[in-house]
């Protein structure tokens, strides 16, 4: 179910340029990349006591990080998002949320970000070498692959 | 670099970042070895991914000081084939098969769910028959994947007589799957829009002769390994996952329900025929193997139930919607989830308006379990270790993914 | 024919025995074990795949004989033969009937626990030659059982020596010669004073033969293969062999002990003898058949619900037991 937008503002107020918005994906919160551990400080406090899920997406510019809340008591779920550039280094947050240290481990390898503070950052799916693969820019292989089917 | 980064178990180096690392979690951390200045040394030990009972390709390295596990770290990524790459690739009802083999002993959920993200975007109205046969299949699928799972907990255990029978009884939902769908495990039967065929004739008998004996096996099969007291001696208050670790570690399905969270996303937050049928949802206490085990095979009986109420009020109509050739949905972003056989299953669906999906992400319920499997190892004897990684059944393709 | 030669034949009739017992074992734990999983079993080399393990004989004698870089040649070598060997040794003084034995041994029973005692040795040095971790795990997980079950192995079976007043096996068995009543056969498993006996024997055999629900040292789920995992072709022949052979003697001391050995009731004792042989196999396989049948059903215990069952229940109740049953035969005769 989706929370009020207004309730997770009051959540996360004070931080710089973060914006709240109700959209098809459900209540989503967009914070820039050094407030996102914050704000899902503040969410966790505000009873979202579990992150479902995380993943990135790379949208042309930069790569757009999704976590996924769930407040099991409130039954209610909201989006964070924050936007990091190619490269970049997300700061890790499985001090509050343990379910993000194998996802963080993926994003960062999938989309070539590194991580900060993590515990054991190592790459989770591929071996060394291996093109960070869900970038745009990465090209699946083979013709066969890519053929229109 | 070797300076400042500290050896972790096994391969791992824990290096110090920008961000203070802190106690790193239970899993990773390494105790000193010896007792009262007696040099003993503790064992690391490589399990997997080719030893027989890690359910497939999942690897662990174990620290064991003698048999008790001081140390485990999880190691993944042996069936990674990319299925988020490739289906951004893929046509969207070509996607469905990419799902199949996310979770391959559940894969209509799998299917279901990117059905349900492509279908939020594109604002189709799914027919009642659809849902009511997804619902069917799905509870047929889920059915397959609990024996499955049952059969080879007892294997892990170490007992042998009840994984045949549930195969027998998996067998015969194999047949009914492939009578509906054509395939026994790789359906593709799911589409945005609506399924791919209607009921074929003569199913439903075959369906209703396997509900009759079922719920009389299922009690046997209950009898045959949890009335069993060396299995209980095993099983009963280990690997305990208490509430706050389930949340903290995002697990979701039967592992979640164990410790006492009543949340089935058929019920929170109803799709397909679910709205309309009658079901409980099993609960545990403790969170223990135990609860586990009771929680999958209290599921089981309910599944059973809804096919039979599925069966009797499957409505009349199309199976599917009338959707174009080439589905090119609305740009936007959604999420859709649905209640899997090991857990919630999700699709983070990014469309950008043209016929491939721009960014597919999906969520296998085991990566949760799997990682939750590194904090809740230590303690624990060498000889249950594989009787938690059963315990939390996880699926090692929808990891990897 | 000269004693040495005499004696050279029992040996190698023994040897023989052995052999043709895996052999046949083998096919029914296949059998027993895919009934009990509504399957078949082999089916297909010869009549209902009664050759399939005669021919996998034959292809652990033409497999490679790996032996892995890292490992203790030497313990590695011997080892299957300390397995093998012991277990050999422990045909030497069952009586097959009251003619029918390699010797007649007045401290059989003794002797028997004594080879049998020496398996896990064996077991524990294939396990640390292997340089495997698991098999290492396995090794010192059948020393540790050794060492708890060794005991009340021992213990539980005194109250019967202390009645027959023997440990002579022949003599333990015409002990049970004949019925009560004419009725009820004097087998000591009908005696009420001797079930606690029965199973206390029966799990610290199970035990000690490496069987489920207590096969610490194997348990394929947890240790891929124990102790036998770096062994290939014949050597591994050797280990599985020798653990059908302790499978039988165990089950063949059951028969002993409690199931009046050769002898039948309810018939002459002329009869008797003459299928004494016969009636003998037939009443161990079918103790065997019982112990494939928990191999088919129980799940594993734990290695440590295994030592605790050991050191705090079956070592107490075994010598409480011996008190108890002493005074009982003392009062009674």
Not at chain 1, 36 to 65: H, P, R
Request: with cysteine; proline share 5%.
């Amino acid at each position: 179910m989706r929370p009020a937008p207004a309730d997770i503002e009051r959540a996360i107020v004070g931080l710089i340029d973060a914006r709240v918005t109700e959209e098809p994906l459900g209540v989503v919160a967009r914070v820039s990349l050094a407030d996102v551990v914050e704000a899902l400080e503040a969410l966790k406090v505000a009873g979202y006591e579990s992150l479902v899920d995380f993943d990135g997406t790379d949208t042309g510019e930069l790569i757009e990080l999704t976590y996924r809340l769930r407040s099991y008591a409130l039954d209610l779920e909201v989006y964070v998002k924050a936007p990091v550039s190619y490269g970049g280094t997300i700061a890790s947050i499985w001090h509050e949320y343990p379910s993000a240290l194998m996802p963080e481990r993926e994003t960062a390898e999938l989309f070539g970000l590194h991580l900060a503070g993590h515990p054991n950052p190592k790459r989770l799916l591929t071996t060394d070498g291996v093109a960070p693969l869900l970038r745009k820019d990465v090209l699946i292989r083979t013709v066969e692959e890519v053929r229109d089917r | 670099m070797s300076d400042q980064c500290e050896e972790t178990l096994g391969v791992g180096l824990l290096c110090e970042g920008q961000h203070d690392p802190g106690t790193p979690p239970a899993g990773l951390r390494r105790a000193p070895s010896g007792v009262d200045g007696l040099s003993t040394e503790h064992l690391i030990i490589n399990m997997g991914p080719q030893h027989p009972s890690t359910h497939g390709v999942l690897r662990m390295i174990i620290e064991v000081d003698g048999e008790e596990v001081i140390a485990s770290e999880v190691s993944v990524g042996y069936l990674h084939r990319g299925i988020e790459k490739l289906a951004e690739h893929r046509r969207y009802d070509a996607v469905g098969t990419l799902m199949d083999r996310g979770d391959y002993v559940s894969g209509i959920m799998g299917e279901l769910a990117f059905a349900l993200a492509a279908e939020q975007l594109m604002e189709v109205d799914v027919p009642r028959k659809a849902h009511w046969l997804r619902s069917l299949t799905s509870e047929l699928n889920r059915l397959a994947s609990h024996l499955v799972w049952y059969g080879t907990f007892g294997l892990d255990t170490g007992a042998m007589g009840q994984f045949l029978y549930a195969m027998r009884e998996r067998e015969a939902l194999c047949d009914i799957l492939e009578a509906i769908t054509g395939q026994r495990m790789m359906f593709n039967y799911v589409r945005p829009g609506g399924v791919v065929a209607d009921l074929p004739v003569g199913v439903e008998e075959k369906i209703r002769a396997f509900l009759a004996t079922f719920p009389t096996y299922l009690g046997e099969y209950d009898q045959l390994l949890g009335g069993n007291e060396i299995f209980q001696a095993r099983v009963k208050g280990i690997g305990v996952i208490d509430r706050d670790m389930a949340l903290a570690f995002g697990l979701t399905g039967a592992n979640l329900r164990a410790a006492g969270v009543d949340f089935d996303v058929r019920k929170a937050r109803p799709y397909a025929a679910y709205p309309e049928l009658d079901f409980e949802v099993p609960l545990g206490t403790v969170g223990d193997a135990w609860d586990r085990y009771t929680v999958r095979m209290g599921e089981m009986a309910q599944s059973a139930r809804m096919i039979g109420q599925l069966i009797d009020g499957m409505p009349e109509g199309d199976h599917i919607a009338k959707v174009s050739k080439i589905i090119r949905p609305a740009a936007g972003e959604v999420y859709a989830s649905v209640e899997s056989s090991r857990g919630e299953t999700g699709v983070h669906l990014v469309s950008d308006g043209t016929e491939h999906p721009y960014r597919m992400h999906y969520r296998g319920p085991s990566l949760y379990a799997v990682q939750a499997l590194e904090e809740l190892l230590p303690g624990h004897l060498l000889g249950d270790v594989v009787m938690l990684i059963g315990s939390t059944d996880v699926m090692l393709g929808e990891i990897d993914r | 024919m000269s004693a040495l030669g005499i004696s050279a034949l029992k040996v190698l009739a023994a040897l023989g025995l052995m052999l043709g017992n895996g052999v046949v074992m083998i096919y029914m734990l296949r059998k027993v074990l895919g009934h009990l999983h509504i399957r078949l079993g082999p089916m297909h080399v010869g009549w209902k795949g009664t050759l399939q393990t005669v021919m996998d004989v034959l292809k652990l004698l033409t497999k490679e004989d790996i032996t892995p870089r890292a490992v203790d040649r030497w313990l590695f070598r011997i080892a299957p033969a300390v397995v093998f060997i012991p277990s050999l040794m422990a045909y030497a003084a069952l009586p097959f009937s009251d003619t029918w034995r390699v010797t007649n041994l007045d401290s059989g029973l003794l002797y028997t626990f004594t080879a049998l005692s020496l398996v896990p040795l064996g077991i524990l040095m294939a396990g640390w030659a292997s340089s495997n971790k698991w098999s290492l795990l396995g090794g010192m997980r059948a020393a540790a059982q050794q060492i708890a079950y060794e005991v009340p192995l021992l213990l539980s079976v005194l109250p019967i020596v202390m009645l027959v007043g023997s440990m002579n096996l022949g003599v333990i068995v015409e002990a049970q010669r004949g019925t009560v009543l004419a009725v009820i056969p004097r087998w000591f498993i009908m005696n009420p004073l001797f079930w606690p006996t029965f199973v206390l024997y029966s799990i610290s055999a199970l035990v000690e033969t490496n069987q489920t629900p207590f096969d610490m040292s194997e348990a394929e789920s947890e240790l891929v293969g124990g102790f036998a995992t770096e062994y290939s072709a014949m050597k591994f022949g050797l280990l599985f062999l020798s653990e059908f052979s302790n499978q039988f003697i165990v089950a063949a001391l059951t028969v002993t002990l409690f199931f009046g050995g050769w002898t039948l009731p309810w018939v002459p004792e002329a009869v008797s003898n003459t299928f004494g042989p016969l009636t003998f196999m037939l009443k161990t396989y079918l103790v065997i058949a019982v112990m494939m049948w928990i191999r088919g059903t129980f799940p594993r215990v734990r290695i440590d619900q295994l030592m605790q069952l050991g050191w705090q229940r079956l070592i107490p109740i075994s010598l409480a037991w011996i008190v108890i049953s002493g005074v009982v035969i003392k009062v009674w005769s």
